[in-house]
């Protein structure tokens, strides 16, 4: 109950911030680890309203990412991390659904350095992440994403995590 109060908290402080970006999502993602910890995660995306190498095939552009994430597990080992990265898409030509792939290096904050028995070794992670899916007329988006987390050698510690999800993004 408690994480979907957070979820509806930080749902709301969303929305109701206005956005100057040209085009902003709110994510709403659930996923499991490599342990079957299940994840929830409420993001916002912010696209770049850039393109490079457009071409009848596709064109590559981005966004950035802030999100947060719930990792379920009983009282002493769920945990919480807020997450910042600029993501790359390829975005492939179509009429009303347009399929992409994407990959992003970000950082992240975990409130406690170990998930399900898997020792980080500090909060302070690397996000790097890997995924595709569809993009629809009227900006909602639908996909999967792999995404692994780790210090990268910035402590002695540094098991690693990794959390595969299914998300849906929905226009503001």
């Known amino acids: 109950m408690k994480r979907f109060f957070c979820l509806a908290a930080l749902a709301a402080t ?15 993602g659930v996923g499991h680890t490599s342990e079957s910890t299940m994840t929830y995660r409420l993001g916002l995306k912010s696209d770049w309203d850039k393109s490079w190498l457009q071409s009848d095939v596709g064109r590559l552009t981005g966004y950035w990412d802030g999100a947060y994430t719930y990792w379920e597990g ?11 990265s600029p993501v790359f898409v390829y975005e492939f030509a179509g009429e009303t659904v347009k399929p992409y792939v994407e ?13 399900e028995g898997n020792k980080l070794g500090t909060a302070f992670q690397f996000e790097d992440r890997l995924g595709f899916g569809l993009r629809f007329t009227g900006g909602h988006e639908v996909g999967i994403r792999a995404t692994h987390y780790s210090n990268a050698g910035l402590s002695s510690t540094n098991d690693g995590i990794e959390s595969y999800a299914l998300h849906y993004t929905m226009p503001l």
């Open 74 to 84: 009983d009282k002493s080992s769920a945990n919480h991390s807020l997450s910042f």
């Open 103 to 115: 990959a992003g290096i970000g950082v992240a904050a975990f409130s406690h350095t170990e998930v």
């Open 14 to 28: 969303v929305l109701g911030h206005s956005y100057t970006a040209q085009a902003a999502g709110i994510e709403f």
